[in-house]
């Protein structure tokens, strides 16, 4: 069933008026020239050529795209999840599996135009959604994009598939544009995010960019086995830190919501250069207590 606080038009982006949209654009563009697109607050001038802590630059950077049908099952479905991987990122997590990307900024330059070319594409090959990977840094570039595609006919539901890490007075101007907010919450202390992300504020910054997201979004809504709408959580568990895992689910169940999509993976794999502690995989045992409080605290619906 569709909820009742829905957009009467779906996916939201089609209801926004075009001078909203176009404002939002202007202003998310503006932010590049004294760059706070995330917490990081660099104010550097990328459109002037400098680049901050992200290493991104003013034009977009894609490294790949595709049907994906890796992702959750609610974003796979039948046709894959339309997945566009964004080059760079503004977290340097140790134990980042994709380095050669969000480090060495693997990937190749695209206008506007050419990524709402990759989504209009995305939609041609049957896929369920635009899924975007590591958008942060790019977001002025992307909603660009998404403007541009809905111009030619796109009508799948952007997935914001982030670290996290995001400034609240941008996600508020990805209101009514984005339907899927997919963030990551990786910490619960400070001390293991500047240790393993350089991002001491970050379990601060999750949090609120999580309640700013479900107040705009709200719970994952599925229709068909499919996510329409909605926020959608992933963890990843990591060895030797089930404490702040189990942490992390009491905040989501208590101050998100306990009816709140979950998907709290083990694939921890040690890789790059990781601590001394992390140079293991996630034991069972480690792993099942972690689904275990899942389960006690009614975080269900994104377990396997
Ligand atoms: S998006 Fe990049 S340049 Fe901008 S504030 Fe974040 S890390 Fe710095």
Redesign the pocket.
């Known amino acids: 069933m569709v909820s009742h606080s829905e957009n009467s038009r779906y996916p939201s982006y089609l209801a926004l008026e075009k001078a909203e949209f176009s404002r939002r654009i202007e202003q998310l563009r503006s932010?590049?020239e004294n760059?706070?697109?995330?917490?990081?607050?660099?104010?550097?001038n990328?459109r002037g050529g400098e680049?901050?802590?992200?290493?991104?630059g003013d034009k977009l950077e894609i490294s790949s795209y595709g049907a994906h049908f890796g992702e959750e099952d609610v974003l796979v479905g039948q046709g894959g999840s339309g997945t566009i991987f964004l080059t760079?990122c503004?977290l340097r997590c140790c134990f980042c599996q994709n380095w050669e990307i969000s480090l060495l900024g693997q990937g190749q330059v695209v206008s506007p135009e050419e990524a709402a070319g990759i989504m209009l594409n995305l939609q041609q090959r049957g896929c369920h959604n635009i899924n975007l990977v590591t958008p942060?840094?790019f977001t002025p570039q992307l909603i660009e994009a998404i403007y541009l595609a809905a111009e030619e006919g796109l009508s799948l539901p952007v997935v914001w598939n982030c670290g996290g890490y995001e400034s609240v007075p941008v996600l508020k101007l990805l209101k009514g544009i984005v339907d899927i907010y997919m963030p990551d919450m990786k910490y619960s202390r400070g001390e293991t995010a500047r240790l393993l992300s350089s991002a001491e504020d970050y379990v601060e910054r999750c949090k609120e960019s999580l309640r700013e997201m479900h107040r705009q979004v709200g719970d994952l809504l599925v229709v068909n086995g499919l996510a329409r709408r909605g926020l959608l959580i992933r963890h990843l568990v990591l060895p030797g830190h089930v404490e702040e895992s189990l942490e992390i689910l009491e905040f989501i169940a208590q101050e998100i919501s306990p009816h709140s999509y979950v998907n709290v993976m083990a694939q921890y794999r040690p890789c790059g250069r990781v601590p001394a502690s992390l140079s293991r995989p996630v034991s069972l045992s480690e792993y099942e207590q972690v689904i275990s409080r899942a389960a006690s605290l009614g975080l269900v619906r994104g377990l396997r």
């Open positions: 932010m590049l760059c706070h697109l995330c917490p990081r607050d660099c104010g550097v990328r680049r901050g802590y992200c290493r991104a760079w503004n942060t840094h």
